[in-house]
């Protein structure tokens, strides 16, 4: 096993930061499909479902921002700023570093419209949200390309568990809205079951007063 | 100036968030909407009533100013 | 129901306490112009100031006083929108409609006065969907348009026909092409509706009254109701059994056409579906229930009860058949002097107006005059004074009883032979 050095050291940082910031990241999603379905966590309120999910995905948000500026720090291999952002310009592997600027974007975007979320209006914020549904694979996607480190031992169990996480919560979130009938068009046939009530009460005592 | 906090009543999935931030004027039926009382929020209560209008999943809450 | 059918001309002669009944009076547009005139533009102030001297308040079901809402959005600074809200929604209740179909140029008069007062150049008119109606309304339009009345552009559109649709942000949520659904109102409507614009939603019926208010004046609309609730109101009148329109074959059982006299005894066997709150109990209501084959009464027996028409000498109630039929088969200027003579047939019938004056002088001026409010209404009796108190009313009774009474009665009246055909009812779905 390498000792940390000084020369290395960024480079662990980078690393270790960008697995803590996958495990962050997949407990936000959970959250937040936790906060829209309404759930609870055992013995805490429900503003602290949306408090925690709101706190770790800035906390996670911290621990990329070290992901990224120490991987752009460190001189062991060259990543511009640039390539941080646009995505596919690095030279050093450019395809799973540009994965990894594309979720990095994306999450910029959700993080400036959550920030201001109640100055924008309310389905601009819920649009641009939907975005971390395509931001999370991508996120993974780059973790286990652009080293090795998650592709063995414990850290793949880790990984492992955070995706089957996710991918449980994202199951129930989508039975829930392919069999829930959306409110518009629950609070239609209710109305127009209404009216056909009335009009068959109608009928029905028509049929009686005539006999 | 008073404020007023009021729910938007269509936009409201009851989540129930402002009744745990904000008890003194919301309080919640039996289906967990607020009910929301129209006494003005006075200076000590701005905060907390911010705040839930920031917290609401759904963004359903407003504050306005009361004449 | 056909779209080509003709609307009677209209009689101007008085009927009850007040002018009543003041809103259905079916007339086409020249009858319309006969009786009423053209729209009385003059300025939106002095209309604002009229309806706020009358109290008129909204017929829709919220009775919020219409002259703050002209106020409000005549003061929102920007160039505003009209609706005439015709989409009543309510189940049971049909008022709207009957109003839409028989008096439509009273709504579009008040429809462009509303529009005039608030300075909007577009308006629209929000119906429920009937067979019939949309038509009806359309050649209205067009018929206006062909005589120049209109100063706004008037855009008729289709309510879905779902409780609901009639909700003020519901309306404004339509028009601009979403779905006919509250929204939750902030801003305001009357601050942004319609495109962003400040937008007047108002009932027909409120429309309607608003017309006759800028030709009337203030004190001819205080002249029927009560002070806290000036102005008449329409009300849809049903039996319990749901149902409004009366059977083919008149009966004993069906032959009380009473309504809204709390201690009528035919009232147990009704259930008066009202839209608008707080009707008072001394506002004689009027039946809009048609009886086939007559569209009158021949004779008002008791106050705030209207029984149904019969032929003058007839001992049954079952031979109504004979009556009066609509559309009428003389013309509008019927002098009210002929009313006495059993020769004349009477003046045009038009829609199912109980509380028919009692050998009453006309209050109209004539030609396009507008009722001096200072003339009685009607040569009163006693019992007819009284119409305000509501007494017992035995519809059940036989008429021939009644042709005892004393009370001054307009049997003299001999109905027509009937030479026309049945009307051709107003049906569709009772909503």
């Known amino acids: 096993m390498s000792a940390i050095t000084a020369s290395t050291a960024l480079w662990y940082a980078s690393r270790a930061t960008g697995i803590i910031s996958l495990v962050l990241l997949s407990a936000a999603v959970v959250l937040g499909i936790t906060v829209n379905r309404q759930g609870r966590l055992p013995g805490l309120p429900r503003f602290a479902v949306t408090g925690l999910h709101r706190n770790l995905s800035l906390i996670a948000v911290l621990f990329l921002a070290v992901h990224v500026l120490s991987a752009v720090a460190d001189s062991y291999v060259s990543i511009s700023l640039a390539a941080t952002i646009i995505p596919f310009v690095s030279s050093y592997e450019p395809f799973w570093l540009g994965l990894g600027a594309v979720s990095l974007d994306l999450l910029a975007v959700v993080l400036v419209t959550s920030l201001v979320r109640s100055r924008i209006p309310r389905r601009a914020w819920r649009a641009v949200h939907w975005l971390s549904y395509g931001l999370y694979p991508v996120a993974v996607v780059h973790s286990i390309g652009s080293s090795t480190d998650l592709q063995s031992g414990w850290l793949l169990t880790v990984t492992v568990a955070c995706l089957a996480a996710v991918a449980g919560a994202v199951v129930v979130r989508l039975r829930r809205s392919t069999t829930a009938v959306p409110r518009f068009r629950r609070v239609i046939t209710a109305l127009d079951d209404a009216a056909a009530g009335s009009a068959a009460g109608r009928q029905a005592a028509e049929r009686g007063a005539r006999r | 100036m008073n404020q007023q906090l009021r729910v938007n009543p269509i936009a409201c999935t009851s989540h129930g968030l402002c009744a745990e931030l904000l008890p003194e004027r919301v309080s919640l039926d039996e289906w967990d909407y607020p009910i929301i009382s129209s006494e003005p929020i006075p200076p000590g209560l701005r905060k907390a009533a911010r705040r839930a209008v920031t917290d609401c999943p759904a963004l359903a809450l407003l504050l306005t100013e009361r004449r | ?431």
């Open chain 3, 1 to 431: 129901m056909t779209a080509t059918h003709a609307l009677p001309r209209h009689d101007r002669r008085a009927t009850g306490p007040g002018g009543l009944p003041r809103l259905l009076q079916a007339m086409d547009l020249d009858a319309h112009l006969d009786a009423y005139g053209p729209p009385p533009y003059r300025g939106a102030r002095q209309l604002i100031e009229v309806v706020a001297a009358a109290g008129l308040t909204g017929r829709g079901g919220a009775g919020f006083p219409a002259a703050r809402k002209l106020t409000a959005v005549a003061e929102a600074g920007r160039r505003a929108v009209v609706v005439g809200n015709g989409a009543e929604s309510e189940p049971t209740s049909c008022k709207d409609k009957q109003l839409l179909w028989i008096a439509p140029h009273l709504v579009l008069d008040g429809l462009q006065l509303a529009a005039e007062a608030v300075g909007a150049t577009r308006a629209y008119l929000y119906v429920h969907p009937h067979p019939g109606l949309h038509q009806q309304l359309g050649s209205a339009l067009a018929a206006r348009a062909a005589a120049g009345l209109d100063r706004a552009e008037v855009q008729l559109m289709s309510a879905p026909p779902r409780f609901l649709a009639g909700e003020e942000s519901a309306v404004v949520s339509r028009i601009n092409g979403g779905p006919a659904l509250p929204r939750f109102k902030v801003p305001p409507t009357f601050q942004r509706g319609v495109a962003g614009a400040p937008t007047l939603v108002h009932n027909v019926e409120t429309l309607a009254h608003l017309a006759q208010i800028a030709r009337g004046g203030a004190s001819w609309f205080r002249a029927a109701g009560t002070a806290e609730e000036p102005g008449s109101m329409l009300a849809t009148c049903r039996r319990a059994d749901g149902t409004s329109r009366s059977p083919r074959r008149p009966s004993a059982r069906h032959s009380a056409s009473c309504c809204g006299s709390p201690s009528c005894p035919a009232r147990r066997s009704w259930s008066a579906a009202t839209t608008a709150p707080g009707l008072p109990a001394r506002t004689p209501l009027r039946c809009r229930w048609p009886t086939p084959g007559c569209a009158r009464p021949a004779r008002q027996s008791a106050p705030g009860c209207w029984p149904r028409c019969r032929p003058a000498g007839a001992a049954s109630p079952k031979r109504s058949g004979s009556c009066a039929t609509w559309p009428p088969s003389r013309p509008a200027n019927a002098a009210p002097a002929s009313a006495a003579s059993p020769a004349s047939p009477p003046g045009s019938p038009s829609s199912p107006r109980p509380g028919r004056a009692l050998g009453s002088a006309p209050t109209w001026s004539g030609g396009r005059g507008w009722p001096n409010a200072a003339a009685p209404a009607t040569t009163r009796t006693a019992a007819s004074a009284s119409c305000a108190a509501p007494l017992p009313c035995s519809p059940a009774s036989s008429p021939r009883t009644r042709t005892a009474s004393a009370r001054p009665q307009a049997t003299a009246r001999s109905c027509p032979s009937p030479s026309a055909s049945p009307p051709a009812k107003p049906t569709g779905p009772d909503r």
